[in-house]
Nanobody, 124 residues
Framework: EVQLQASGGGLVQAGGSLRLSCAASGFTFDGSAIGWFRQVPGKEREGVSYISNRDGSSYYADSVKGRFTISSDNAKNTVYLQMNSLKPEDTADYYC?????????????????WGQGTLVTVSS
């Protein structure tokens, strides 16, 4: 059974930091890609960042470039999203998703599995 467990959300002041984790199981982790998406009520889910666990290449949305860092620990089957210099507009439910045999994308439809959301709230 495939499982993706996202955690690490919380309440933080603007300028602060949080680290999200996505623990994966049930598929070959080092052949996959993991993406982070976020969603606020009434808006579409948007891609934030993704990483290929095969070669470590990573990609970021322009809105988070230079502030967020995605990384992968293949020994722990876990992907992290380090979020620094947080802004109120980063407030959202954050989701991780697995592209089990691909290289990832900012396109939601290519992902095979999704975890539950973890809420990030940034106060001004």
């Amino acid at each position: 059974e495939v499982q993706l467990q996202a955690s690490g959300g919380g309440l933080v002041q603007a300028g602060g930091s949080l680290r999200l984790s996505c623990a994966a199981s049930g598929f070959t982790f080092d052949g996959s890609a993991i993406g982070w998406f976020r969603q606020v009520p009434g808006k579409e889910r948007e891609g934030v960042s993704y990483i290929s666990n095969r070669d470590g290449s990573s990609y970021y949305a322009d809105s988070v470039k230079g502030r967020f860092t995605i990384s992968s620990d293949n020994a722990k089957n876990t992907v992290y999203l380090q979020m620094n210099s947080l802004k109120p507009e980063d407030t959202a439910d954050y989701y991780c998703a697995a592209d089990v045999e691909g290289d990832g994308s900012f396109l939601r439809f290519i992902y095979d599995y999704w975890g539950q959301g973890t809420l990030v709230t940034v106060s001004s």
